[in-house]
């Protein structure tokens, strides 16, 4: 069996949540498992396409595989995070939500002139936080090397506004 279908087998579904209408993708049935936990990440080792000089993961569930995978790679991560939870001098970045706004941040020493940035989140929906994520990037000399997702809700299109940035996008399973 593949790692996407060990992924599809273990994610639970949870309808209405957080509102009606919504099929929530619940991904911590996976954290129970290490075995997958770890062929995970080496999906994701296997699947980056070129050199990298660090990974940025995206508060919350960004951290749990892409700090894993920084440390694989043997490369630094980078905590992007909610305006006012980083505490050091921070650089910001506002976008918009389909529901109001939203603000992330990252340490001001985070990214060098001309890094080569790869961006990790668990799921991957409209693309409006990666997005947010990369402008982060940019703002500090940053280049983006690609993206990586868990999961990718390939119906609501947001690889294709990430490839404004990167056409790296990867996927390990989509619905």
């Given at each position: 069996m593949t790692v996407a279908e060990r992924i599809r087998q273990t994610?639970?579904?949870i309808p209405d949540f957080p509102k009606?209408?919504?099929?929530?993708?619940?991904?911590?049935?996976?954290?129970?498992?290490?075995?997958?936990?770890?062929?995970?990440v080496d999906e994701f080792v296997k699947?980056?396409?070129?050199?990298?000089?660090a990974i940025?993961?995206?508060?919350?569930?960004?951290?749990?595989?892409?700090?894993?995978?920084?440390?694989?790679?043997?490369?630094?991560?980078i905590l992007i995070r909610k305006k006012g939870k980083l505490p050091y001098e921070t650089i910001s970045h506002k976008y918009d939500l389909e529901y109001g706004t939203a603000e992330i941040e990252m340490h001001t020493d985070s990214v060098n002139e001309g890094m080569r940035i790869h961006?990790?989140?668990?799921?991957?929906a409209t693309g409006g936080t990666a997005i947010a994520a990369s402008e982060l990037i940019k703002k500090q000399g940053g280049k983006i090397a690609g993206y990586s997702?868990?999961?990718?809700?390939?119906?609501?299109?947001?690889?294709?506004?990430?490839?404004?940035?990167s056409n790296q996008t990867a996927s390990l399973v989509k619905y």
């Open positions: 994610i639970r579904t009606e209408g919504i099929q929530f993708k619940d991904i911590t049935p996976i954290l129970q498992d290490p075995i997958l936990s770890k062929d995970i699947l980056l396409d070129g050199k990298v000089d940025a993961g995206i508060e919350s569930r960004g951290f749990l595989f892409g700090f894993s995978l920084a440390m694989q790679l043997g490369v630094p991560f961006i990790h989140d668990d799921l991957l997702f868990l999961v990718e809700l390939a119906f609501l299109k947001g690889a294709e506004k990430l490839n404004t940035y």
